[in-house]
Nanobody
Framework: VQLQACGGGEVQAGASLTLSCVEN????????VAWFRQPPGKEREFVAA????????LYEESLQNRFIISSDDAKNTVFLKMNNLKPEDTAVYYC????????????????WGQGTQVTVSS
């Protein structure tokens, strides 16, 4: 498995949670990792993206005040820290990698992790 996402769980509204995405077998042509999420019964949506160099970073505008994307280059890991979680954040969260900068353009990501469930109760 090239991408492994973990860290999901069930939390109360207002809690924080940090997701991790490890890019196994990462090569020099891996340029960026993004997080997407799919709420129940809805389409997949963009959350945040970060280039491995750290020079490019993008958030879904409605989430940028609560979510933080970061990386540990030595561990080939990208994190998504989610603060002040709300019930509407309930979704399966996916990480994806790409060889060029794609931002929120999901078809541009060539490798996807299996997803991790985040459930926020009120």
């Amino acid at each position: 498995v090239q991408l492994q996402a973990c860290g999901g769980g069930e939390v109360q509204a207002g809690a924080s949670l940090t997701l991790s995405c490890v890019e196994n077998f990462r090569t020099s042509d891996s340029y960026a990792v993004a997080w997407f999420r799919q709420p129940p019964g809805k389409e997949r949506e963009f959350v945040a993206a970060l280039s491995w160099s750290g020079k490019q970073r993008l958030y879904e505008e409605s989430l940028q005040n609560r979510f933080i994307i970061s990386s540990d280059d030595a561990k080939n890991t990208v994190f998504l820290k989610m603060n002040n979680l709300k019930p509407e954040d309930t979704a399966v969260y996916y990480c994806a990698s790409s060889r060029v900068w794609n931002g929120r353009y999901s078809p541009g990501y060539n490798s996807w992790g299996q997803g991790t469930q985040v459930t926020v109760s009120s």
